[in-house]
């Protein structure tokens, strides 16, 4: 998919770059991203809400890859920004991200981080607790600054990846809740507010979704709301922001939509909801990470040590593992590769490919058909570029990978590998060093 091929020498080639050059030049394991998948993915959201004629804005969801080339490169796609923390906002500040278009999420902000989005300026606020609107106002007052808000609210719309659950009340650390009046408390006290601006509401059901209803059944529910609220407080949300979690294909069986068809109905449902409600067609806002980046990341392991249990297993292990993919460890993720240098090969059999973590759930694909595998191949796992880097770690005092994006036949090192001296940078010497 994508721009990935299979080149002359058998190799796999992602944007016109031999992935096996890519391995030998920057080590592995190496995330690679394919530029031009992420552009297509973005156009394809913005695409369906310009042909719409609907105000909108895409905000992509920086938790799940952010360093500072993809945060600028969200910029020059014409995407806002989602962060949720210090340290997103502080890559989108020295990507140079304009800071209006930066929408900061988190159920627990802190006090530092509400202060830093005040300086900076940031577009709008996610208010998700009681706490933080308290947090806010008295920042905002203090300052004598304006700061546009939404509230998040938890519409009672569950998803369980392929289904949905409706749920009255919704368990959920996120939010407000619409059903027990706490969206309503916040209104009334943002109501009285000259400098924290209630602009809209906001809510996000889940992640890796592959169909539209959960959406439109949140429209609903949000709508019905929109109605009593504009009734009892005079409060008409100019904004609703749906969240993100738009499916992509990891393995066979994920059959995920276009990004545009994604969209579709969900601005479908919204003017429907404003037409009875006779309301004016709020911007409508989406937050995708996952359906960005997910699909055009892949990582490329070396092969090392292989180890055969008679009927049962053939273990092949790389050189990486849950530090730079923990999604198989922690959900059971599934994902699909291939052996970049021998990319035409037939498979031969079947391989369980294990990370090099001291962990036995340090898998990463349980039962994988490639060809008679050995020491020296490269591995490639695909759909990597959402929640891989973003979630690595330094378990057994791993190193994190760098990264690479390449495009137009040209490789970039967006983020350096960690060496061994970065693992031990902020140790500092025992004390006494004195046996005792
Ligand atoms: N907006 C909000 C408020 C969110 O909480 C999330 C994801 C997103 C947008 C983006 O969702 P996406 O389009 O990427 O599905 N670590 C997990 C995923 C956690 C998602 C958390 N929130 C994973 O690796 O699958």
Known sequence: HGTSKINSLGHLEIGGVDTVDIAKKYGTPVYVYDVALIRERASGFKKAFEEAGVQHQVAYASKAFSCIAMVQLADQLGLSLDIVS????MTAKKAGFPM????????NKSPEEIKFALDLGVGCIVLDNFYEVALLQQEAVSRNQKVDALIRTTPGVEAH??????????DSKFGFDLSSGQADKVIKILQEDTNVNLRGVHSHIGSQIFDTNGFVLTVEKLFSQ?????EEYGFVPEILNAGGGFGIRYVEGDEPLPP??????????????????NMDVPEIWIEPGRSITGDAGTTLYTVGSKKDIPGVRRYLSVDGGMTDNIRPALYQAEYE???????NEQAEDHFAVAGKCCESGDMLIWKLALPEADHDDILAVFCTGAYGYSMANNYNRITKPPVVFVEDNQ????????TLEDITKNDLPLRSKERV
Do not use: P
């Not at 210090?86 to 906002?89: M, N, P, Q, T, Y």
């Not at 929109?226 to 504009?230: A, G, I, L, Q």
């Open 226 to 230: 929109f109605t009593r609220w504009k």
């Open 411 to 418: 490789a970039d090192l967006v983020v350096k590998g960690e």
């Open 161 to 170: 990846t392929h289904e949905y659950i409706s749920t009255g009340q919704e």
């Open 100 to 107: 209006e278009r930066v929408h900061f999420h988190g159920n």
């Open 337 to 343: 590769g291939i052996l970049a240098n021998r990319a």
């Open 86 to 89: 210090g340290g997103e906002l």
């Open 260 to 277: 545009e068809d994604y969209v579709k109905d969900l601005i479908k449902a919204v003017k429907k909801e404003s037409e009875k409600a």
